[in-house]
């Protein structure tokens, strides 16, 4: 009963930039976190950025400088504004909410369906 999606993946340049969206909707009663994780071809996935309800961000040391985490909590939706791209940021690109449905419901995590996001010349 809850759905993430995501969309603004594709192809960049390297040094280029590219906005990542994923949009919860379904039975939610309240959103504690928010991330981005990826995974490239023949890697482990890895954690990108989060972000709290009340605005606390956490970024992989990989992409901090380069990539911002934000939220509209009116939308129920998170962003991933990714800057200075490189070819190694290529990898598939899943959005995460770690969420609770009701005030006496379960806690837990939803996973969208993963972007494409790759960078090359």
């Known amino acids: 009963q809850v759905q993430l999606v995501e969309s603004g993946g594709g192809l960049v340049q390297p040094g280029g930039s590219l906005r990542l969206s994923c949009a919860a909707s379904?039975?939610?009663?309240?959103?504690?976190?928010m991330g981005w994780y990826r995974q490239a071809p023949g890697k482990q996935r890895e954690l990108v950025a989060t972000?709290?309800?009340?605005?606390?961000?956490n970024y992989a040391d990989s992409v901090k400088g380069r990539f911002t985490i934000s939220r509209n909590n009116a939308k129920n939706t998170v962003y991933l504004q990714m800057n200075s791209l490189k070819p190694e940021d290529t990898a598939v690109y899943y959005c995460n909410v770690d969420l609770r449905t009701g005030l006496l419901g379960t806690r837990n995590n939803y996973w969208g369906q993963g972007t494409q996001v790759t960078v090359s010349s």
């Open positions: 379904g039975s939610i009663f309240h959103i504690y976190v």
């Open positions: 972000i709290t309800s009340g605005g606390s961000t």
